[in-house]
Nanobody, 123 residues
Framework: QLQAFGGGLVQPGDSLRLSCSASGRIAGFAGMGWFRQAPEKEREWVSC????????ITADSVKDRFAISRDNAENMVHLQMNSLQSSDTAVYYCAADRVRHCITFLTTTPDYWGQGTQVTVSS
């Protein structure tokens, strides 16, 4: 039900926008967000939003550079990533839950996942 795309190979300092396409209306999900997993590291939560009011939360480690947004008309959620660093290299996953809101993504696993899109930041 979720498809993530937009990853690629970029240089440090570049920007990239990831997109997550939902098969139905994103309003059908209580929360939608992004996680990432770097090589040999645990998966970590990056950012999420609650579809009911559009409120967002972003991890402290990236909040000055990343921003999540939604496009209700296109049933998509985006992650704008600026000033990318090598430490941002990871597979990025879109996730959603029909019942649990954004704040729960920090500690629980959403029910729905996209296939992941690779982001590589390298000079």
């Amino acid at each position: 039900q979720l498809q993530a795309f937009g990853g690629g190979l970029v240089q440090p300092g570049d920007s990239l926008r990831l997109s997550c396409s939902a098969s139905g209306r994103i309003a059908g999900f209580a929360g939608m967000g992004w996680f990432r997993q770097a090589p040999e590291k645990e998966r970590e939560w990056v950012s999420c939003l609650s579809t009911s009011d559009g409120s967002t939360i972003t991890a402290d480690s990236v909040k000055d550079r990343f921003a999540i947004s939604r496009d209700n008309a296109e049933n998509m959620v985006h992650l704008q990533m600026n000033s990318l660093q090598s430490s941002d290299t990871a597979v990025y996953y879109c996730a959603a839950d029909r019942v649990r809101h954004c704040i729960t993504f920090l500690t629980t696993t959403p029910d729905y996942w996209g296939q992941g899109t690779q982001v590589t930041v390298s000079s």
